[in-house]
């Protein structure tokens, strides 16, 4: 067989090779969440792979409160005009018309988000249905799974976003690689069975049973505040680290920013990530994910 | 692949960020031993280089930060054997378009670079290039906020160009010497035709002993990888 047997003759947008290509192209990176240009500019020369453009943070959505919606495109344009790395922007779950606006603007990644208030009980965004690709959080394998089967060209843990507490990205990231890890040692009769009780398709179960990994790139992200956090979700497995709250709550942003990529890099060298977390100041005000009640808990939103 | 086995050789990927696990698989599929480079150690007793896919601002920020930056330029303008795709074609350029001034390059190749040259991602996309030198038909390609090739100096090798689409003619893949680079990302595709003549160019110039590794006492003095500049 011609080992271009399925690529198209002449350029063509929006293939799941094209979107998923992306994600490729960010791992080993920490992506970060931006409120202004300015502080997008920070991000990149601090060594970001990609900012995502919000209009608060989390850990402020968690002390207004309010609906969190998509943010106003204006300063989602701004954040576009003022860096040359891909931007990233979230839509609500489910919320797909914030999504055509997000991709008319020209963001490079849609963040179908738990931390934004959910627009739709039951059904998340129809993601083959764009040109855009959509990375969204997951908790476990069965629901990186069904998001991939909607579309999904990267995922992420889900964690507790806002928080600062590193606790449920661990526990997330360790259940999807466990997940994938006992896939792996199923039999083909076995993975019919694994299919049902995972609630996702049969393909895409052999698929990762297969290949011992996701068809998609793996991130981190939810309460990662220090180089430490970002090393030790490496070394768990995550290709990859999203910083949202723990950046520009923090007391230094721009030199914290920049040791959490170089901590990114060298996970695996103590030596570095000891250097880089000296003299970083203040982190983010972090918040015990046990005192927090269940209504206010990001991380039970999708299903 | 049915030929006798060649001299074993080892080839480096810059491992700073970026799809550098996909460049280690074919070239490991391609019997060289594949080694990621971190730091200016790494460097020594590899006798070709592969700059991966990534953002290339992170790249570089990161290679100047640990001290990278110099021992990597030194091996390449010392005649090490290189292959960057998409950013790695940023990296190795002499000029760029559309980067953040004062964006260093590692300057092997004489040629003008455009950023993110077809558009941001909703531009990206997948085709079949015909490349120079690389036998049995067109390639897959996909290119992802891929940059072009503006202008090429006299020495410089047009090996292919985008055909169709609003960036028709565009230049993508060209070779300087032992330095070849690609807009697109054949790691990605299962397609391992411009790595094999990548490892062909490294096993060549490693036979007649023009690699010069790294240039003795590089990776001596230089800041270790958290060291801050």
């Known amino acids: ?303 | 692949m049915s030929a006798p086995a060649p001299d074993p050789v080892r080839i480096g990927v810059l491992a700073l960020q970026g799809d550098v696990r996909e460049h280690l698989a074919v070239l490991t599929a391609l019997g060289a031993e594949a080694v990621p480079v971190r730091r200016p150690e790494e460097l020594a007793g590899v006798d070709g280089l592969v700059l991966p896919g990534g953002e290339s601002t992170t790249m570089t920020k990161l290679a100047v930060r640990t001290g990278l930056l110099g021992p990597l330029r030194e091996a390449v303008r010392g005649g090490l054997p290189a292959y960057g795709t998409c950013a790695g074609l940023v990296l190795l350029a002499e000029r760029l378009l559309d980067a953040p001034p004062g964006q260093p390059t590692l300057g092997a190749l004489d040629v003008t670079v455009r950023r993110n040259a077809f558009g941001r991602q909703a531009e990206s996309f997948e085709s079949r290039i015909e490349l120079a030198g690389v036998p049995g038909g067109p390639l897959s390609a996909v290119f992802i906020r891929a940059p072009w090739v503006e202008e090429a100096g006299p020495d410089v090798e047009v090996l292919g160009r985008v055909v169709g689409g609003p960036a028709d003619g565009r230049i993508v893949a060209v070779r300087q010497g032992d330095v070849v680079a690609t807009s697109f990302h054949p790691e990605l595709t299962g397609d391992t035709r411009v790595h094999a003549l990548f490892v062909d160019v490294v096993r060549q110039a490693a036979a007649v002993g023009r690699a010069v590794a790294v240039p003795s006492g590089a990776g001596a003095g230089a800041p270790d990888p958290g060291g801050e500049q």
């Open chain 1, 1 to 303: 067989m011609s080992p271009h047997a399925d690529v198209p003759a002449t350029p063509t947008t929006g293939t799941d090779r094209v979107k998923r290509g992306l994600a490729e192209q960010l791992k080993g990176g920490v992506i970060m969440d931006v409120v202004t240009p300015e502080q997008a500019r920070i991000a990149e020369d601090a060594g970001a792979v990609a900012v995502m453009a919000l209009e608060r943070v989390p850990a402020d959505i968690r002390a207004q409160g309010g609906i969190a919606r998509m943010s106003d495109p204006d300063m989602v344009q701004g954040i576009i005009d003022a860096v040359s790395v891909p931007v990233m922007a979230k839509a609500r779950i489910g919320h797909f018309v914030e999504a055509q606006v997000l991709q008319a603007l020209g963001v490079d990644y849609v963040d179908e988000s738990e931390v934004l208030t959910p627009a739709d009980e039951a059904h998340h965004i129809d993601k083959h249905a764009f040109t855009v690709p959509f990375v969204c959080g997951a908790t476990d394998l069965g629901e990186a799974l069904r998001r991939i089967a909607e579309g999904a060209a990267m995922i992420r843990s889900k964690g507790e976003a806002g928080t600062g507490n590193v606790v449920e990205a661990t526990r997330h990231v360790r259940a999807l690689r466990a997940g994938i890890r006992r896939l792996a040692t199923l039999d083909e009769t076995e993975l019919f069975v694994a299919a049902k009780e995972l609630r996702a398709p049969h393909d895409l179960v052999v698929e990762v049973a297969r290949a011992g990994k996701l068809p998609v790139v793996l991130f981190t992200a939810g309460g990662i505040a220090t180089p430490a956090d970002a090393a030790m979700m490496m070394q768990l497995g995550a290709e990859g680290v999203f910083v949202g709250s723990g950046i520009f709550k923090s007391g230094d942003p721009a030199q914290r920013a920049a040791a959490i990529v170089q901590a990114t890099t060298f996970f695996d060298d103590p030596d570095v990530v000891t250097k880089v977390s000296r003299g970083l100041g203040e982190p983010m005000v972090g918040i015990n994910v046990d005192t927090l009640p269940d209504s206010q808990r990001f991380a039970t939103r999708g299903w």
